[in-house]
């Protein structure tokens, strides 16, 4: 990607490809940055002619009329629609979109999964999908798929972008450069990825095989939830939250932009990189995010807090509290709290539960759910620890204990969710998963006062 240094208070272009890209912090800002020195426009943003011959371009992520709408004003070398022809679909049989009801699947249940394996296919960021369940309604912009990646090749002069959703993407193994339209995001495991909708990126292999999770959001845009009386400090901080710098290439070189819509995939060709702005200002752009960063609330007397205190990032939906999707994140931290069962507790939820684990051990299932593996519990279906976990909570001496290497997520929504015939019948599934629960003892005794 071109680069120059700006000798002025913009921030500068990154590195040549190949070495470290640049970011600038803060969850939702107005950024500004360019490549080249002046391309960016002061104290407007559509003058008569921009400079070096670029074009004006909006993208938005919302509404004209929102209330706080979020667009990107884009200076670019050809406009979008140079590089958008005529269409023919394709066929992505792995990915799929809700609604995606199986009639030949059970989704009832509870469900764990092994890593998905690679076998040694050659397979890129589109190719290497593999949707484990869908929820929502792509159509209406209310849900969301959650997915597997395995890629272990670069997209070759090919280009993506989804019209229907943005992209939550949690690596578990490998390394992921996405070339974007606004810049260069490099992520590894312990980071996490946003690729806002109708972003146009290539993605491009820099440590494989590559293994991770993605939620796709149909719904309204990831942002930080409300802290209430948590306050101020804690949980995830904006300034941790990095956007590309701008970063351009002039390529004329036969190339293909693939276009999710609607749950379909269509595929145009065309003669040049689409990855061409030049310089951009505004508040829509992709992100990523240091997982280590986040800082945990827990109880420090009694009690196990509910799970949303450890929410990352939200997606809200119609009804007030309760989301479209929440991102929560269990990672290391110290557990305190006296005469308190400290793992999870038993519980039916409204909310459906995927997990993921990115690595380690995760403190209410001890065994089986492995780095790589996921879990579906979906709304009100009772689940909790597992024998193990339960009774070695329950007879633990009750001294601070630190949760030590220990990383997983959970993809919470307010809609069941699907299997796909994948995940029912191809992916790893642990059919004995419904086991752990068998040899819970009844341990009941009427004796007034008996523990």
């Known amino acids: 990607m071109n680069q120059q240094t700006r000798p002025t208070g913009l921030i500068q272009a990154p590195a040549p490809v190949g070495t470290m890209p640049g970011y600038m912090p803060g969850f939702a800002n107005d950024f500004e940055t360019e490549a080249l020195p002046g391309a960016l426009p002061q104290g407007m943003n559509s003058p008569q002619k921009c400079n070096y011959g670029l074009y004006g371009e909006q993208l938005s992520g919302t ?34 979109s809700a609604p995606h009801v199986d009639p030949d699947v059970i989704s009832l249940g509870q469900y764990r999964w092994d890593p998905v394996p690679h076998k040694g296919e050659a397979l890129t960021w589109l190719t290497g999908m593999r949707t484990m369940t869908t929820a929502g309604d792509v159509n209406t912009q209310v ?11 670069s997209m070759q002069d090919a280009y993506f972008y989804s019209a229907d959703s943005e992209l939550l993407v949690v690596p578990q193994e490998g390394r992921l450069r996405f070339a974007t339209e606004l810049g260069i995001i490099d992520i590894a495991p312990q980071e996490i990825a946003i690729l806002p909708r109708g972003l146009v990126y290539r993605v491009e292999v820099l440590e494989g ?43 004329e070189v036969p190339s293909t932009l693939t276009v999710k819509w609607c749950g379909q995939f269509h595929v145009t060709d065309i003669g040049q990189s689409p990855l061409d702005v030049v310089a951009w200002h505004g508040n829509y752009a992709p992100l990523k995010y240091d997982l280590t960063t986040y800082c945990p609330v827990g109880a420090i007397l009694f009690d196990h807090p509910d799970p949303s205190i ?3 990032l939200t997606s809200p939906s119609g009804v007030p509290g309760t989301a479209n999707i929440d991102f929560v994140l ?28 990115i690595y380690g051990q995760y403190d209410a299932k001890p065994q089986g759910f492995v780095p790589g593996g996921m879990s579906l519990h979906n709304m009100m279906l009772p689940h909790g620890p597992d024998r193990n976990a339960f009774e ?39 059919d004995d998963y419904i086991d752990c629960w068998t040899s819970l003892d009844k341990k009941f005794d009427g004796t007034p006062g008996k523990k």
């Open 63 to 96: 509404a004209f009329t929102a209330e706080r709408p979020e667009r990107t004003w884009c200076y670019r070398i050809r406009p979008s629609v140079k590089h958008s022809a005529r269409y023919h679909k394709i066929d992505l049989p792995y990915w799929k």
């Open 143 to 153: 849900g969301m798929a959650a997915h597997v990646y395995l890629v272990t090749a």
């Open 209 to 251: 095989p590559c293994r991770g999770f993605v939620c796709e959001n149909y719904g309204q845009k990831f942002t930080l939830p409300g802290r209430g009386p948590i306050g101020a400090n804690c949980m995830a901080n904006p300034r941790d939250f990095k956007a590309p710098v701008a970063a351009f290439e002039d390529r």
């Open 310 to 312: 450890f929410t990352v």
């Open 330 to 357: 269990f990672r290391e931290r110290w557990l305190v709290a006296e005469d308190t069962f400290r793992p999870p507790w038993y519980h039916k939820n409204i909310m459906s539960e995927l997990m993921g684990n």
């Open 392 to 430: 070695g909570a329950s007879n633990a001496a009750l001294k601070p204990h630190k949760l030590d290497h220990t990383m997983s997520f959970m993809f919470e929504t307010r809609f069941p969710q699907h299997l796909t015939r994948f995940a029912a019948q191809e992916a790893p599934l642990q």
